[in-house]
């Protein structure tokens, strides 16, 4: 059986399959050029989804959880906040700003979203300190330091910094604290971290530092990530929306649909890992640990990711899985486009097992998808899946390719304990890693931050 | 305490009404962190009080959903990243309801760890496999809308609230109270005169049941009150 990435590609601009063929991704290089094929459901983007509102989220964390966000924004209303970060769309901060600022909205914190403007050249120094603070080696020179100041100093003449509130998110926009006036003493700025700050090249942080530490607050994602610095310093765990496309309730008719368009057989374990093709995320370890455990339990593995289609190194390391893989017809490899969120969802929720056996992380936020969905969970014990997983209690934490072989062994054939699992961990998203939370930490912090000051 | 209670419950007008409260806090990352049991012993002294309920109050409230396994971060560090099960051992069976002050209860946690290095010096300094950061954190009290101003609507209210405000209650509300009790209790004893029933809820096991389980446990009680 040919891998299907390489047949999805080859199927990639055809018309419809032979009748008995048309439901399997396995089979659809089968072409009839005369006749237009309906489309699968990962070839069109689908139509952007309205904003939710605080309501929406009630179904799913309840009334009271409601009443108590309402609350707590009571004591805030009429007050303005700024968030300022580098992009408007792509990568999580847009996507969680995209949520978070609306709800904001909707409970009168009059909150307004900018995003700096820059050359080629600020964002070329920008992408190498975002690296390099998360610990690459990197020779930062003074023609770098002048384009970080020069486009800080573009965007601090550009933005106007008026509100209650401003939050300033990762390391590109974190020289605007140079706007905070003294005549606005009443005015809070947080600085917002969304990366890993605990082995960071030392230079460019002793560059940075001394604008962190003028703010009033920072934020992190983990305690891992934080530094000693004289500010307090919060931390918010990254959530996702479970009414997203990624993470909403799907009825199993359309997880069929998508298992069956992609050749995957649910009457057999199913075990996923759902990532990019990036060796951080150790896809080669995972076909081994998979050809491992399948020695003992009959199994099925998803890889199912993207990136590699517009990504050199993504495109290699595919390369390397599916050197790997062989020909094994166990194996089912997914290159799939960015807007596939729905079909991912299907393929989390047909799994029998979720595995992300990262060997660097950031949060990890597939493994919170993953546990939300109430999935055993397998993963690399990383970056901020230690904060996700407790092993044994919400999922398995693995260090080695053995160890997630046999974790695969041992929940597949233990079903009450991977079930137990999956229940706990998906009470843990529900507590800790949801977006009505992550409004929830917002609203206690700006509370915090006014209390301390004139506001 | 002895049963007075003659009139039928059902009717009884408690002498001021249970006001369900719940509270909201916010994660703060705090400077000390420690890679060596030495240094955990170090920061288990010097740490801010709120770090101390932190890691035991909190935690509990954090990890509701877990029935066994789980009592609190320091017993959790012990095993999963310095593997002293004995350590842990000691450290899970400390009960934050023998306790009315964070300052009594870090006393104990330190005892448990001298006494464990004093028997096993070697472990003192032997490296972690994860750094235990001490975090600590701030928290706003919120009214619910649930009153209760009869034993029916006191069970109406622990079925209707979310299980942080039975934590809030229940668990927490030692500290405030300063007394091995909590506030369902001190209510259905001192306002309604049940003192049965509020001495049977003092002995449910958090420990062992989930929060969850911890709820209806004391609607059971309180159910059982009313006829």
């Known amino acids: ?455 | 305490m002895t049963t007075t209670a003659t009139a039928p419950n059902l009717t009884r007008i408690p002498v001021k009404p249970f006001y369900f409260n719940t509270s909201a806090h916010l994660l703060r990352i705090t400077r000390q962190k420690a890679n060596t049991l030495s240094e955990f012993l170090a920061a288990l002294r010097d740490c801010p009080e709120g770090s101390i309920f932190q890691h035991s109050f909190r935690t509990l409230q954090e990890h509701h959903f877990i029935r066994e396994g789980f009592s609190n971060d320091f017993a959790h560090w012990a095993v999963s990243a310095c593997n002293e099960p004995s350590l842990a051992e000691g450290l899970a069976s400390v009960d934050v309801r023998e306790f009315t002050s964070v300052a009594e209860l870090r006393e104990r946690f330190v005892q448990i760890v001298e006494t464990f290095l004093q028997r096993n010096p070697g472990s003192a300094t032997r490296p972690a496999r994860e750094t235990f950061y001490f975090c600590s954190s701030e928290s706003v009290v919120i009214p619910t809308s649930f009153v209760a101003g009869s034993l029916q609507e006191f069970a109406a209210g622990l079925r209707g609230v979310t299980v942080h405000c039975i934590h809030h209650h229940f668990i927490e509300a030692r500290l405030r109270l300063k007394l091995m009790s909590n506030d369902f209790s001190q209510w259905l004893y001192e306002d309604m005169g049940l003192t049965e029933a509020a001495r049977q809820l003092n002995r449910i096991d958090i420990y062992t049941i989930t929060l969850e389980d911890v709820r209806n446990q004391i609607v059971r009680i309180v159910e059982r009150a009313l006829i």
């Open chain 1, 1 to 455: 059986m040919e891998p299907v990435e390489q047949q999805i590609r080859s199927d990639a601009s055809v018309t419809e399959s032979s009748p008995e063929n048309s439901s399997t991704a396995a089979n659809a290089g089968v072409v009839r050029p005369e006749r237009r094929r309906k489309p699968r459901t990962w070839e069109t983007p689908p139509a952007p989804v309205p904003p939710t509102r605080l309501d929406d989220y009630k179904s799913i964390v309840g009334q009271a959880e409601i009443d108590e966000l309402k609350f707590l924004a009571r004591d805030l209303k009429g007050k303005t906040a700024k968030m300022v970060n580098s992009t408007a769309v792509g990568g999580g901060v847009a996507e969680m700003l995209n949520q978070l600022v609306p709800l904001l909205n909707e409970m009168e914190v009059n909150t307004h979203w900018d995003v700096i403007t820059g050359g080629n050249d600020f964002f070329e120094v920008t992408k190498a300190f975002h690296n390099a603070l998360q610990g690459s080696d990197y020779n930062l020179t003074q023609h770098a330091r002048d384009i970080f100041m020069m486009h800080n100093e573009q965007n601090r003449q550009r933005i106007q910094f008026n509100e209650d509130f401003i939050v300033i998110h990762d390391p590109q926009p974190a020289a605007l604290i140079s706007a905070r006036q003294e005549s606005q003493a009443h005015q809070r700025w947080v600085w917002r971290c969304h990366i890993d700050l605990s082995s960071p090249n030392p230079e460019v942080w002793e560059f940075l530092r001394p604008f962190v530490e003028k703010y009033d607050a920072a934020i992190f994602s983990s305690q891992s990530f934080a530094r000693q610095l004289p500010i307090h310093q919060y931390m918010f765990y990254p959530c996702i929306d479970p009414l997203s496309e990624k993470n909403k309730d799907v009825d199993d008719d359309y997880v069929q649909q998508v298992c069956d368009e992609f050749g995957i057989d649910r009457s057999r374990p199913i075990v996923t890992q759902v990532s990019r093709f990036d060796r951080a995320k150790d896809p080669v370890g995972v076909v081994q640990a998979f050809k491992q455990a399948r020695k003992y339990v009959d199994c099925q593995l998803v890889l199912a990711g993207g990136g590699a289609s517009d990504d050199p190194e993504g495109a290699a390391v595919l390369k390397e899985v599916k050197d790997a893989v062989g020909d094994d017809p166990d194996i089912i490899i997914l290159d799939l486009p960015p807007w596939c969120a729905l079909q991912i969802n299907a393929l989390q929720r047909a799994s029998t097992i979720i595995v992300q056996k990262s060997i660097r992380e950031g949060f990890g936020l597939t493994v919170t998808e993953a546990l939300w969905k109430g999935k055993p969970t397998i993963a690399g014990a990383v970056g901020g899946i230690p904060n996700q997983i407790i092993h044994k209690l919400t999922g398995a934490l693995v260090h080695s390719v053995d160890g997630c072989a046999y974790q695969i062994r041992y929940l597949l054939t233990h079903p009450d304990f991977a079930r137990q699992l999956g229940q706990n961990g998906h009470e843990h998203v529900k507590e800790n890693f949801l977006m009505s939370t992550n409004v929830r930490r917002w609203l206690l912090l700006l509370r915090i931050l006014q209390a301390s000051g004139t506001n």
